[in-house]
């Protein structure tokens, strides 16, 4: 089985990104590799005797790049219903004149109205907050919307192609980003964290029982985490144990530890092991027959030299990357 490939790598990606909190492990970066830009509206936050106002007061340009994209917290969410954070990747505008865009569409449309959501039920004063800036968007999107048009056009060409969007909220002398509001840091976890033990409406977990991955027993194990769509339970047929739902876990029983390495094993493969041959794209999972930990560093940090050296190599000639694996160390491996 491939899962154990996956939460080794997972683990190399964990110590990688030397999270402090559990979000951080969520955050993602828009466009890993190269820096690029992100323009942001800013809103003040005012406090005048009783009464918080927010007001919209300048647009801000920043890099985004390898150090700085947590503080944004972006999460890729569904296609048809935004991000899971207000920070989008963002590009041309539907019309010069009237400015509309769809991005910004979504974010004041879905994006907020889920994170105010998420406010009342962490019962988060920041949700206040959140509404006055939905609010102030909504009320002024023709004067923002056409200040942000105007930030985009005047970025190079490419700039353009990998520009993020997001908010800054000025707070007294703090400016306070994305990450900063715990909305948005509850929003990553329960997004990445949700499915593991929840399909359909039904709870599937079990306790005190052996993990498939590590194979040790372990206190909880989910029913419903793996990490890729070759195990899924999405048809009645699908189902083991009498078609129940809810005994999902006897049949792929995983611990949280290794859900959470699958989890971010399967970003990584999404995110840095995805290739090209003959224009159809693959995913490269590299397994080790012997488990060992440095080994897979080794491993793993080859096909990452592989993908950043010359890209039409890679699309014409898989045997390349044997190749090139091969020159770096004799190590046996399968893909
Ligand atoms: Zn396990």
């Not at 954070?85 to 889920?114: Q, S």
């Not at 939905?134 to 985009?152: A, F, H, P």
Request: glycine residues 6%; proline residues 3%.
């Amino acid at each position: 089985m491939n899962d154990r490939a996956v939460v080794a790598l997972g683990k190399i990606y964990k110590n990688e990104l030397q999270v402090s909190e559990e979000w951080e492990l969520y955050a993602e970066n828009m466009f890993p590799g190269s820096p690029h830009t992100i323009i942001s509206p800013v809103f003040t936050i005012n406090i005048n005797a009783n009464q918080t106002t927010v007001s919209f007061t300048e647009i801000d340009v920043s890099p985004y790049d390898e150090r700085s994209y947590k503080k944004y917290a972006y999460r890729k969410g569904a296609s048809n219903g935004g991000d899971i954070t207000v920070t989008t990747k963002f590009g041309a505008f539907d019309d010069a004149v009237n400015y509309r865009n769809k991005k910004v569409d979504t974010i004041l449309n879905n994006v907020f109205t889920k994170s105010i959501s998420i406010g009342e039920l962490i019962k988060s004063p920041e949700k206040e907050i959140l509404i006055l800036i939905k609010n102030e968007w909504m009320q002024n999107v023709s004067e923002i919307n056409k200040k942000l048009y105007d930030t985009y056009e005047s970025l190079d060409k490419e700039a353009k192609k990998k520009c993020g969007l997001s908010i800054i909220v000025q707070k007294g002398p703090d400016s306070l980003f994305v990450a900063d509001f715990e909305i948005f840091r509850t929003a990553l976890v329960k997004d990445a964290t949700q499915g593991l033990s929840e399909f359909g409406g039904v709870v599937s977990e079990g306790f005190n029982n052996i993990c498939s991955i590590c194979l040790t027993q372990k206190e909880h194990l989910h029913g419903f985490a793996s990490p890729f769509k070759y195990y899924t339970v999405d048809k009645k047929g699908y189902i083991s144990n009498y078609f129940s739902l809810k005994l999902a876990w006897k049949n792929y029983p995983i611990c949280d530890e290794c859900a959470e390495g699958a989890l971010l094993g399967a970003r990584m493969i999404e995110e840095e092991l995805n290739f090209y041959f003959y224009g159809k794209p693959y995913m490269a999972i590299p397994r080790l027959l012997i488990d060992d930990e440095d080994r897979y560093l080794e491993v793993f940090d080859a096909f990452r030299q592989f993908r950043n050296s010359e890209r039409n190599a890679q699309s014409a000639y898989e045997d390349e990357l044997m190749t090139f694996v091969r020159n770096k160390k004799t190590i046996l491996i399968s893909i």
